[in-house]
């Protein structure tokens, strides 16, 4: 454990003067185009703590977007990283191999769902994973066309923003995209209630609606993969209905199209599972991994079936920082920490926690639309009383509330209108509900 205090702790009003001082420097010194969300700057953080430059104490309910699931600088991987710095910063995998980049290929082909024979390939970023899966899929197949989904989020690079349904702010004005990207409609179960009880429950309904889009707009034969959250991110953590992606998979699989499940925010524990596919009992042809993967490094994967990882010719993936030993060291000790402290369960907990609550305060106010999530992965969708209209606006106040209170919250969803949690699996029980109590006073207060 952090020997930072595990107690929330307001020194000064938020910001402080010293964060108002950096945010001063950042406004001269950094593109306007890089946003923050929180008006403080960090200084130390661990457990479910993050400390600011001012001495406050802030509960952390974000994990730096879902990354720190495992908690911020967590023992195993500060010693694992200052060990292999000491060693060797880098040589490039490509040039000079090393163990560690292999150990991580292993873990994963052994933690990822599916019983087959699989390869990795490790990269930087979620983005640049997604965009080598793409590749990956398009040798194998010999076709070109991708079909991603509405409210999906791929990243931010030029594949990726084609793939990423919402525009503002991540798509305007930075076109023209990739072309040969498809979008289907989505199993969105709060807002598919309009159009009936059926289709909100029923994911095989929701599944034909999507399957009939991909065959009329694109066709099988064109199609060389179908890309999915398995639980959408900053879509607005969107659960499709039961059903929905089995049926998806089985169309891909009946067509020869490679299903490719971006777990990049919901991997390595986050929802209750090592990996959100579990839920479903499927197993996906490539699955990509990041965010959560090495507790902050920059880390990320494509793993798969053998013979699709397989497809490429030799040199073709790679890139020169891609499984840095220093995250792959940190990989491994992340991945050593969720089994061995049993952070599955641990998440699983934390669901059950911040379910009971939520759904407490939905009970007792229309204004909570939607409670919904897996794991230590959970959101409320805001609305207009007793309406399904989004309201954006209060989910910014809110979330603005609990800033100023010392609680670390992040929105998402196409509207905006969605509250999500995604504390570390090392926050406690107290800090936990602490953070609730806030939220639910700031919401009362609104
Ligand atoms: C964050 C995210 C990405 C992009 O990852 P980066 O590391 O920011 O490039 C891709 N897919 C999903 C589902 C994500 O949440």
Same mark, same amino acid.
């Given at each position: ?61 974000? +994990? ?23 060693? !060797? ?22 933690? $990822? ?35 991603? !989904? ?7 690079? &030029? ?25 289907a409609p989505?199993s969105?179960?709060?807002?598919d ?5 059926e289709i909100?429950?029923d994911g095989e309904l929701a599944a034909r609606r999507a399957i009939d889009v991909i065959d009329k ?24 209905a039961?059903g929905f992606?089995p049926a998806l998979?089985d169309w891909? %699989?009946? &067509?020869?199209?490679? !299903? ?30 990041? %965010? ?7 880390? +990320? ?22 499984? &840095? ?61 007793? $309406? ?22 992040? $929105? ?8 999500? !949690? ?18 639910? &006073? ?5």
């Amino acid at each position: 454990m952090s020997t930072l205090e595990q107690s929330r702790h307001l020194a000064t009003a938020i910001p402080g003067p010293r964060s108002k001082e950096l945010i001063e420097r950042k406004a001269a010194a950094v593109s306007r185009g890089i946003g923050t969300t929180m008006p403080v700057y960090a200084s130390r953080a661990g457990g479910g703590i993050v400390e600011d430059v001012d001495g406050n104490r802030l509960i952390d309910l974000g +994990s730096g977007i879902a990354v720190t699931t495992i908690g911020n600088a967590a023992p195993r991987v500060v010693e694992a990283v200052r060990a292999q710095v000491a060693d !060797f910063t880098h040589t490039c995998f490509m040039i000079t191999p090393y163990e560690g980049y292999v150990a991580v290929a292993e873990q994963l082909n052994r933690l $990822t769902p599916g019983s087959y024979e699989k390869r990795s390939a490790l990269f930087n970023s979620g983005a640049e994973a997604v965009e080598n899966a793409i590749k990956i899929a398009r040798t194998y197949t010999r076709r070109q066309a991708v079909v991603s !989904f509405d409210h999906a989020y791929h990243g931010r690079t &030029n594949l990726t923003m084609a793939l990423t349904a919402k525009s503002m702010p991540y798509k305007h004005g930075f076109g023209p995209f990739a072309p040969e990207i498809y979008r289907a409609p989505l199993s969105y179960p709060f807002r598919d209630a309009e159009f009936g009880k059926e289709i909100a429950t029923d994911g095989e309904l929701a599944a034909r609606r999507a399957i009939d889009v991909i065959d009329k707009q694109v066709g099988a034969d064109n199609l060389a993969a179908v890309i999915i959250e398995p639980i959408q991110g900053e879509g607005g953590f969107i659960v499709p209905a039961e059903g929905f992606l089995p049926a998806l998979l089985d169309w891909c %699989k009946k &067509n020869e199209v490679v !299903f490719i499940a971006d777990e990049v925010q919901t991997g390595f524990a986050r929802t209750g599972r090592m990996f959100a596919c579990e839920h479903e009992g499927i197993e996906p042809d490539l699955i990509v991994t990041a %965010k959560g993967i090495a507790d902050g490094l920059p880390l +990320s994967a494509v793993t798969g079936r053998v013979e699709i990882m397989d497809a490429p010719h030799v040199s073709g993936l790679g890139g020169t920082y891609g499984g &840095n030993p220093v995250a792959c060291a940190a990989a491994l000790a992340t991945i050593e920490t969720i089994e061995s402290e049993h952070m599955v369960e641990r998440a699983a907990a934390i669901e059950k926690l911040m379910k009971d609550r939520l759904h407490r305060m939905q009970a007792e106010d229309d204004r909570i639309g939607d409670v919904r999530g897996r794991g230590a992965m959970i959101a409320m969708e805001l609305v207009k009383a007793g $309406t399904t209209e989004p309201d954006g606006e209060l989910t910014k106040k809110l979330a603005v509330g609990c800033h100023t209170a010392g609680v670390i919250v992040l $929105t998402c969803g196409t509207y905006g209108n969605v509250l999500r !949690f995604l504390p570390p699996l090392s926050i406690s029980d107290d800090l936990l509900n602490e953070g609730l109590d806030v939220l639910a &006073n700031v919401l009362a207060d609104l």
